[in-house]
T-cell receptor
């Protein structure tokens, strides 16, 4: 099946710094979703994107649906310690079953106070 | 809104026993629910797609007789791990699709940690 390339795999940043992570695919995606997962918990939806070029913010988080529909990025501004966790991109594409999500491998974010 | 619960949050069982995990959408109706498993430090792996009132669709490599899925109502899906073995130990997570105006958002439960001794 389709795979999403998510990068970076992990990152260590200083509190207050901005963070950027992205996902790319070889196929066109119809939907891009960004989730955050804390240890021992289920993923929590952060931002959902439905149109190419769409730029959406949720507090300090901003995500964009790439124009080519093959990529998306997530930015976190002014990071704080509670931003620590694993961030997953996910999306749906026409070749998969209806509404099935394909997940990236995650970006582990560590914030140094 | 869009809250999904799972029960139990963790379970320890003996090898050979069956374990049932419940997934409920608390404040919305979910015609489609999904079951995932996640191994440590890995991403989520889709096991099956469950549509209310019909048989689940399993991903390649997932044994349907081992992982029984029932989606009897618009707010409840269950996953039963039959004759569990240690290799079935994992973190099982369900999600429910909230359909609204063509948008496709999946909301995840908190997960169930299964340990098979």
């Amino acid at each position: 099946g389709q795979q999403l390339n998510q990068s970076p795999q992990s990152m260590f940043i200083q509190e207050g710094e901005d963070v950027s992570m992205n996902c790319t695919s070889s196929s066109i995606f119809n939907t891009w979703l960004w989730y955050k997962q804390d240890p021992g918990e289920g993923p929590v939806l952060l931002i959902a994107l439905y149109k190419a070029g769409e730029l959406t913010s949720n507090g300090r988080l901003t995500a964009q649906f790439g124009i080519t529909r093959k990529d998306s990025f997530l930015n976190i501004s002014a990071s704080i310690p509670s931003d620590v966790g694993i961030y997953f991109c996910a999306g749906t594409y026409s070749g998969a079953g209806s509404y099935q999500l394909t997940f990236g491998k995650g970006t582990k974010l560590s914030v140094i106070p | 809104g869009a809250v999904v619960s799972q029960h139990p949050s963790w379970v320890i069982c003996k090898s050979g026993t069956s374990v049932k995990i419940e997934c409920r959408s608390l404040d919305f109706q979910a015609t489609t629910m999904f079951w995932y498993r996640q191994f440590p430090k890995q991403s989520l792996m889709l096991m099956a797609t469950s549509n209310e009132g019909s048989k689940a669709t399993y991903e390649q490599g997932v044994e349907k007789d081992k992982f029984l899925i029932n989606h009897a109502s618009l707010t409840l899906s269950t996953l039963t791990v039959t004759s569990a073995h240690p290799e079935d130990s994992s973190f099982y997570i369900c999600s429910a699709r909230a359909a609204s105006g063509g948008r496709n958002e999946q909301f995840f439960g908190p997960g169930t940690r299964l340990t098979v001794l």
